[in-house]
Nanobody
Framework: QVQLVESGGGLVEPGGSLRLSCAAS????????MSWYRQAPGNQRELVAA???????VYAGSVKGRFTISGDHAKDTVYLQMNSLKPEDTAVYYC?????????WGQGTQVTVSS
């Protein structure tokens, strides 16, 4: 059972930046996809960004150019750098690991963008 531990959420003013981290409890080998999802109150959970084991990346249109997903294979950690934050980015952000046969979720971290 892989555990995903997220950190880095908080309160930031519009236009500010935050970096989220997601650390896996074991080494990531073979095929996998590490993703960030978010869920705002009253909304469905949506994909924000995904990092594949071949280092390819996918972004939601609403965050493209503002958010960057990256990975540190030595630390089994994935990051989400969020710049130019907007109030509509406010949500609980979840880390997700998809190994094809198994899917794991982190506990979520709150991001609030407000003045």
């Amino acid at each position: 059972q892989v555990q995903l531990v997220e950190s880095g959420g908080g309160l930031v003013e519009p236009g500010g930046s935050l970096r989220l981290s997601c650390a896996a409890s074991e080494s990531l080998l073979g095929f996998y996809v590490m993703s960030w999802y978010r869920q705002a109150p009253g909304n469905q959970r949506e994909l924000v960004a995904a990092l594949y084991s071949d280092d390819s990346k996918v972004y939601a249109g609403s965050v493209k150019g503002r958010f960057t997903i990256s990975g540190d294979h030595a630390k089994d950690t994935v990051y989400l750098q969020m710049n130019s934050l907007k109030p509509e980015d406010t949500a609980v952000y979840y880390c997700n690991l998809d190994r094809g046969s198994s899917v794991y979720w982190g506990q979520g971290t709150q991001v609030t963008v407000s003045s």
